[in-house]
């Protein structure tokens, strides 16, 4: 993977359940080009990797902080972490 490429994990709160962000998270990763995963977790928020260049990784974490129609987000905190090489993107459950 070249240097300019990040892979984070990404941690959103607020009403994000029950309002498509996981299905509107994975549309937006896939038009910028990013790869990774999202689910929501037991306590509420949603969980997302992210690996693309740090150009597409702003871009999804703008997106990140909006969320789709419906969506009310409060917080977003972000954990470096090491690359997969994710093919795609996925909703996981």
């Not at 959103?12 to 937006?28: C, D, K, L, M, N």
């Not at 129609?69 to 909703?91: C, P, S």
């Amino acid at each position: 993977m070249e240097p300019s490429h990040t892979h984070i994990r990404a941690y959103i709160s607020g009403r994000v359940q029950g309002v498509g962000y996981r299905f509107s998270t994975a549309r937006e990763a896939k038009r910028l080009g990013i790869v990774g995963w999202v689910r929501n977790l037991p306590d509420g928020r949603v969980e997302a990797a992210f690996e693309g260049t740090r150009q597409q990784i702003e871009g999804m974490l703008g997106w990140c902080h909006r969320g789709p129609k419906g969506a009310m987000v409060e917080n977003v905190t972000i954990e470096n972490r090491a690359h997969q090489r994710y093919r795609g993107f996925e909703i996981r459950r």
